[in-house]
């Protein structure tokens, strides 16, 4: 994969399904490299394949499609060009789409009432004079902002107190085709000082349920709670009492609640270390009873409710660098397996009878696959132009022995060719998530460009139970450190790879990790720090997971703190270091990155910082298009230079998945 067939990526979102379980539509997303933006379409398909995806919305970017529960519209998200996005209306049965709202800072994802007559959603509320609420008044005019709180900045929002998300219920209008008729006028259901989200409806239609924080602590921890409110504004009452943190509410037919939620942060709300968020119960006293164990599931897909159908719960679980689909009975019976292997399940819906999942694995961003009768269809095919190049290739699992005999998993990607290839270790973000089975554009990168891509899930990641991810608590730079090096030290023995010649490289906590390594030996050719957490005590006032985050994995004790800085440990790099960030990140702050390449600099390192406008904390993920494809030129122009690799060209056998292989297995 070339940096510019980024071009050729076609991203599927979260499918909805029509209640008949006859049509599957989902928004598929694509860089526009030359107009340097995002373009997203709504592509309706078949569930029994019958026929081919065909694309049913002609937007400019467009997103998150619900089916009405009578089946005749679909609500979704759209944005025009340069603006934010609103909600839209399409009839199934064709025609063109009408825009339902207007809201200066944009609408969140659409929830249709059980009667098909009105939407509900969450959209932020800007105080007056401030986000262009008033014209002449830029950012730089605005007055002052007198901040009181812990918790008033967001990556990839910004500050938060001044535009607070709100719950609005909007009645569909009776001339629904009709361009020239008014906007309907939304009803705002919440007001404060607090945040909402994840909307969902009662089964009599006559309140809705939300997650927001309005405990009296809810500045000082992390926990979320399940609310309700009339659709006429009253009776807003607090579902849960509990200490956990709740996200995507959903009612069961009788009108139980059911959640996705961590259920236990602690006495003090926010003890994060390790802990899973997994379908949860919501009992008559508010209490979150889990419907699998936290202690070994992990709620891993990016569907943004809890999904019910047919008397159970359907749930993503990471599993070993993979994404199963769990089926999950409501009555406490025994979940069923319906994918698994090396899959990611990225998205879950389900209609009439049907489960469509948004299926991912290591040469697919994803297609829909249908699962109906016990059988599996393939229902799309929007991978196939960037599969057919032949420039995508297989990851190899591996596991290697840590110095203390615990299991290290993880995956080796090589280019077509004997070798020796030089290699790129690389360490994930997180800590707390997980390499695994999808199309990663940066391995993918690297592979074409003629190095073996080296990764793991070290202790501390997710996927492998909770017990694995406590294992660097208070101990970073420990048995993280001992795990990566011993995985990369075992897949040095294939001859293919080149044990000479290593770098590494690594983004967040990988970015940390990367920088700790490279001041603990000279081993590596050369490193590329990415967005990188490096000094935990500057982090706590600028990081907006500072003032949390560092007590619960680092601890407080100063020696400690010292003991697991990359920076304290920077006057000792001399391998040469490529330093990238974001100028508006504030996941982990630009100072993070830009200490460490003053470090570096200042004593004769071969070093390089590499900055990013208007970016926050996603870039390599979310950012401009330009920007991720100057990215990939910068990367490699940087291990081009300190760590040349010849490349040899793969071999496209025609089937389509790029693989080399001739099977065109692209479904689970």
């Known amino acids: 994969m070339r940096p510019d067939d980024l071009a050729l990526l076609r991203t599927p979102g979260v499918p909805t399904v029509s209640p008949d379980g006859r049509m599957a539509v989902v928004a ?41 529960p009578d089946g005749r519209w679909i609500a979704y998200l759209g944005a025009e060009r340069g603006g934010q996005p609103q909600i839209w209306l399409l009839a199934t049965a064709g025609g063109e789409p009408r825009r339902l709202t207007d809201h200066p800072l944009g609408a969140g994802t659409p929830v249709w009432s059980p009667d098909s007559r009105r939407l509900a959603y969450v959209a932020r509320v800007p105080e007056h004079g401030r986000y262009g609420t008033v014209e002449g008044i830029g950012p730089e005019a605005e007055p002052p902002r007198l901040i009181t709180t812990l918790q008033f900045r967001e990556d990839g929002v910004g500050f938060v107190t001044d535009r607070r998300s709100q719950v609005f219920v909007l009645d569909l209008p009776p001339h629904r085709h009709d361009d020239a008729a008014p906007l309907p006028e ?101 209490a979150l009873h889990p419907l699998l164990d936290p202690e070994a599931h992990h709620r891993g897909d990016d569907t943004p409710a809890t999904v019910l159908a047919d008397g159970a719960l359907l749930v993503g679980v990471e599993r070993r660098g993979s994404v199963e689909l769990l089926r999950v009975p409501l ?62 290739h297989r990851m190899r699992e591996r596991t290697a022995t840590a110095p203390d005999g615990y299991p290290v998993h993880g995956w080796v990607t090589t280019p077509p060719g004997p070798g020796p290839h030089p290699v790129l270790l690389t360490v994930h973000g997180g800590p707390f998530s997980q390499y695994g089975w999808t199309l990663l554009d940066e391995t993918q ?37 001992a795990d990566v090096l011993a995985f990369l030290d075992a897949v040095l023995e294939d001859p293919a790879l080149d044990a000479d010649r290593v770098g590494v490289t690594g983004g967040s906590y990988g970015g940390y990790l990367t920088a700790l390594l490279i001041g ?69 702050p ?48 940087w291990w081009a230079r300190w760590l040349p690799a010849e490349v040899d060209s793969p071999l496209d056998d025609g089937d389509g998945d790029g693989d080399g292989d001739g099977d065109g297995d692209l479904v689970p």
């Open 445 to 481: 990168v690297l592979v074409s460009a003629g190095y073996a891509v080296v990764q793991c899930n070290p202790r501390g990641s997710s996927g492998y139970g909770a017990e694995h991810g406590r294992g660097i608590r208070h101990g970073w730079g420990g048995l993280d450190a």
């Open 520 to 588: 603990r030996t000279d081993r590596f050719a050369a490193a590329v720090v990415e967005r990188a957490f490096t000094d935990p005590v500057s982090f706590v006032g600028s990081g907006d997971t500072g003032w949390y985050l560092v007590d619960q994995y680092l601890g407080t004790d100063p020696a400690r703190l010292a003991e697991q800085s990359a920076l304290v440990a920077a006057p000792a790099i001399t391998t040469p270091t490529l330093v990238v960030h974001a100028e508006q990140d504030w996941a982990t």
């Open 186 to 286: 939304p009803v705002q259901l919440t007001s404060g000082d607090a945040d909402c989200a994840d909307v969902a409806w009662r089964p009599d239609g006559a309140a809705v349920a939300f997650v927001s924080a309005r405990h009296p602590r809810a500045d000082r921890d992390l926990v979320r709670d399940v609310h309700e409110i009339g659709t006429d504004g009253t009776g807003l009452r607090r579902v849960t009492g509990s200490r956990g943190r709740c996200a995507g509410p959903a009612y069961g037919s009788d009108g139980t609640l059911y959640v996705t939620a961590v259920p236990d942060l602690g006495v003090d709300g926010l003890d994060v270390v390790a802990r899973s968020p997994v379908p949860c119960r919501i009992a008559d006293d508010g």
């Open 28 to 68: 598929v997303e694509r860089l526009d490299l030359g107009a340097d933006e995002y373009r997203g379409q709504l592509w309706a398909v078949p569930t029994d394949a019958s026929a081919p995806a065909r694309p049913i919305s002609a937007g400019h970017r467009d997103s998150a499609p619900a089916f009405s």
């Open 331 to 392: 009555d406490g019976g025994p979940a069923e397996v319906l994918v698994d292997g090396p899959f990611t399940v990225r998205g879950i819906a389900a209609g009439g009878g049907v489960v469509v999942a948004t299926v991912a694995h290591d040469r697919s961003a994803g297609e829909l696959v249908a699962l109906s009768g016990g059988g599996r269809r393939l229902l799309t095919a929007f991978g196939r132009e960037l599969g057919a190049t032949g420039r995508l």
């Open 590 to 637: 630009l100072e993070q990155g830009q200490r460490l390449y003053v470090e570096l600099k200042r004593r004769g390192v071969p070093s390089e910082l590499l900055l990013f406008p208007g970016e926050g904390h996603d870039l390599s993920r979310s950012g401009r298009p330009r920007h991720r494809l100057a990215r990939f030129e910068h990367v490699l122009r």
